[in-house]
């Protein structure tokens, strides 16, 4: 499978359209010949996966992808292998209309899609039906295709975009196919790598179908995947002092458990010294078992002070509670200009009380928390992920890490990154603290904000999917904090 010097770069729906153009009518491709070469490109992939399929099944939709799956079906038949193929509807216009004809013309059958009739019991089955032309859910005859051959045990292999999946914002506004593999076209659309894209893409593959380079010249990515790294090695000559103070504050009455996890990750993640403020009586009582772990009794912002001058960095939400004690030392916190990890409820009191920051700034909003920042809903949030993140990165001036299926990165400026590791395991409690420690020993090193957060965004995924190898159900924050040294240390390769 060709890999392109693009492979990491994701554009909009819009850009990829414009690509298409581009290649039509400035290199002089025409639409049929990139079709032509789409149904090459799935075929290959086809055959590279299932070898020994011998009969395959194409459901072709009303426009250019499905003209794909008419072309793969002729290229298939003239490789020896039986095809069935099923429309539905026999509206092809265009392009799509002259690669049906292909189809029809050398003898293919093409069966209208009858919900009454069970599927073809193809060793494969190929969704044509919607690319990146789909902008609703699915009708009901489609969505009733869809969820038969998302219950059946043949796998599924989608062109250029699981059909039913929005290839711009990661959302299925109805059903959508389930594929084993996906090959997507000339460019990754962004779509295929957040949101509910993880649960319908399977293992995507990118052709860029030939084109030559120039093709995307004049074309920024609109985001970018983030690349497996980890921090260089430390100086021979390094002491404790050179490697950044964190302060955790969080942990009022009996909530300590969020703040320790987020003081045991920058630990863990590289952090020279590591405190805690906080007057979760648990917490104070551990001191003697956990010296390289202080915890430090917080009344409130005077008792703060001292540990604020001390700290190089602030991780400031875990535990942290919205009562007078936590508003307290939020405002005490703020008034610092040191650099600062944001999450919990430090970010549900920003949103109460909004402000921009001048200081290097992560916020880490789940969905939920970035609706809140934002005065809007979560389904809006998770409507365009891209939108929100950028909106919150601008409104707030800070980097902001959007959690969930895909986190994504962005800046104030509008720069987007996307980790394309993690998974269902790491839905539980606790691993929003891990990354918040992660980012603040991050920060600690010496990283900038925008490093602090690509970076530990991809380390605490990247410690999820190694720890979830025993398993995602069962998976405790607890189970990343080995996985985090190694990876940041470079030592474990997932
Ligand atoms: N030359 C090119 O542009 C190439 C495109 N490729 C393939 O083309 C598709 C994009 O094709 P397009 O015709 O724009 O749209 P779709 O085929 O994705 O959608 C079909 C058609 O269906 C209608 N529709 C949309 N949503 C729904 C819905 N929910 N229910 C019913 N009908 C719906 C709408 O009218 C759409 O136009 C791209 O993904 C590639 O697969 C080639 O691969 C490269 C050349
Ligand atoms: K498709």
């Known amino acids: 499978m060709p890999s392109s010097p693009r492979s990491h770069d994701l554009y909009t729906v819009e850009q990829v359209r414009a690509l298409d153009r581009r290649a039509i009518d400035e290199l002089g491709v025409p639409g049929i010949e990139l079709m032509r070469r789409a149904a090459w490109a799935g075929l290959a992939s086809l055959r590279r996966h299932w070898p020994q ?32 193929v099923l429309a539905l509807a026999d509206t092809a216009h265009g392009d799509a209309a002259q690669a049906r004809a292909t189809w029809v013309d050398a003898g293919g059958i093409v069966r209208h899609w009858d919900a009454h009739e069970a599927l073809p019991s193809a060793d494969v089955h190929v969704d044509a039906l919607y690319g990146t032309g789909l902008h609703r859910a699915p009708d009901a005859d489609a969505a009733t295709l869809i969820e038969r051959l998302n219950v059946g045990d043949a796998p599924v292999l989608a062109l250029d975009v699981p059909s039913g999946l929005d290839a711009d914002s990661g959302r299925c506004p109805g059903v959508a196919v389930r594929a084993a593999v996906t090959v997507s076209f000339i460019a990754a659309k962004r779509g295929l790598r957040t949101g509910q894209a993880a649960d319908h893409v399977g293992q995507l593959e990118l052709d860029t179908l030939g084109l030559p380079d120039a093709l995307w010249q004049g074309m920024s990515a609109d985001a970018h995947i983030l690349l497996a790294e980890h921090l260089p090695p430390r ?75 001390r700290a190089d960095v602030l991780a400031l939400g875990p535990g942290l509670g919205q009562r007078a004690w936590g508003h307290a030392l939020w405002l005490t916190a703020l008034d610092t200009g040191k650099p600062l990890v944001l999450d919990a409820d430090g970010l549900n009191l920003l949103a109460h009380e909004p402000r921009q920051f001048t200081r290097p700034t992560v ?94 965004v991809g380390l605490h995924a990247r410690a999820g999917d190694c720890a979830a190898r025993q398993g995602e159900r069962g998976l405790l924050a607890s189970d990343l904090l080995p996985h985090l040294r190694l990876l940041g240390n470079g030592l474990e390769h997932d």
């Open 363 to 456: 916020l880490t909003p789940h969905p939920g928390e970035a609706a809140r920042l934002l005065h809007d809903t979560t389904e809006n949030v998770e409507a365009d992920r891209f939108a929100a993140v950028r909106a919150l990165a601008a409104r707030y001036h800070a980097i902001v890490v959007l959690k969930g299926a895909g986190s994504l990165i962005a800046d104030p400026a509008g720069r987007v990154a996307v980790c394309p590791w993690g998974s269902p395991g790491m839905a539980t409690g606790g691993m929003g603290d891990l990354l918040t420690g992660v980012i603040a020993a991050l920060l600690a090193q010496g990283c900038d904000a925008w490093r602090a957060a690509c970076l530990g």
């Open 53 to 84: 399929a011998r009969h395959i099944a194409v459901y072709c939709g009303p426009g250019n992808n499905g003209g794909d799956g008419f072309l793969l079906a002729s290229l298939a038949r003239e490789a020896g292998l039986r095809v069935d």
């Open 235 to 309: 100086a021979r000559a390094a002491h404790k002092g050179n490697h950044g103070h964190v302060l955790a504050i969080g942990g009022d009455h009996g909530t300590a458990g969020a703040v320790r996890l987020c003081g045991e990750s920058a630990l863990r993640s590289g952090a020279g010294l590591v405190s805690v403020a906080t007057r979760a009586e648990h917490l104070l009582a551990l001191n003697s078992a956990r010296p390289e772990l202080m915890a430090h009794a917080v009344d409130g912002p005077q008792t703060l002070e001292p540990l604020l001058e």
